[in-house]
């Protein structure tokens, strides 16, 4: 499965829209995209008959190692995300390998990434949804959130805020997720693997 250098890439940040969900673990998606829009100079806006928010520009230093990039905010809920991002795929002509998936991740500890390309969904509704869809050989960029405390269902535990004491890093942890997300789209999956792969 190789990348198509030509060929835009989708970023997708997977979360839930409006404010009461902004702040929770499960958006942390939608945090890393908003820096990524923040660092091209864009700012969010209606794409289309897609229900999604896009933001059209380039990642990467002026050359040829400059790359056309799409970044979207599925507005549908996070278990609909394969919807948007299938009909975003389509209008923008977006291999399934040229799309990226930012997410919270369950397995992993908090503010740990992990980067691969492809796999299963690990019971991610988002990553299911875009599955079904598309089929799996897109990139994932997957944010640590820890396991839930005690008997605290895990339903609960994505859709609450972060703790005051993950607050002192999240700023920290979402920039260093942007930074791989750049990586990955212009040295490519290894590299940025051996580099954030903490």
């Known amino acids: 499965m190789t990348t198509d250098a030509g ?8 979360g ?6 902004a702040a929770n673990r499960h ?9 990524l829009a923040e ?12 229900q999604a928010q896009v933001v059209e520009g ?3 230093p002026p050359g040829p190692a400059n790359r056309r990039v799409v970044l979207a905010k599925p507005m ?25 998936a930012i997410h919270d991740e369950l397995d992993i500890d908090y503010g740990v990434l992990r980067l691969k390309l ?4 690990n019971g991610h509704n988002g990553l299911k949804s875009m ?8 990139h994932r960029v997957r944010f640590g959130i820890g396991r839930p405390p005690g008997r605290m269902q895990v339903a609960d535990f994505v859709l609450k805020d972060f703790s005051s004491a993950e607050r002192k890093e999240l700023g920290y942890f979402v920039d260093r997720a942007a930074d791989a997300v750049e990586c990955l789209v212009i040295e490519g999956l290894e590299r940025a693997q051996s580099t954030y792969n903490s």
């Open 7 to 14: 060929a835009p890439w989708l970023i997708v940040g997977l």
């Open 16 to 21: 839930n829209p409006g404010p009461d969900y």
């Open 27 to 35: 958006n942390v998606g939608f945090m890393v995209a908003d820096l």
């Open 39 to 50: 660092r091209m100079g864009g700012r969010f806006k209606r794409a289309g008959k897609a």
């Open 58 to 60: 380039r990642i990467g």
């Open 76 to 100: 549908s809920y996070m278990n609909l995300s394969g919807g948007p991002v299938n009909a975003l795929k389509d209008f923008y002509k977006v291999p399934v390998a040229n799309i990226v």
């Open 118 to 121: 492809g796999g299963g969904d």
């Open 131 to 138: 599955t079904k869809a598309m089929g799996a050989d897109y």
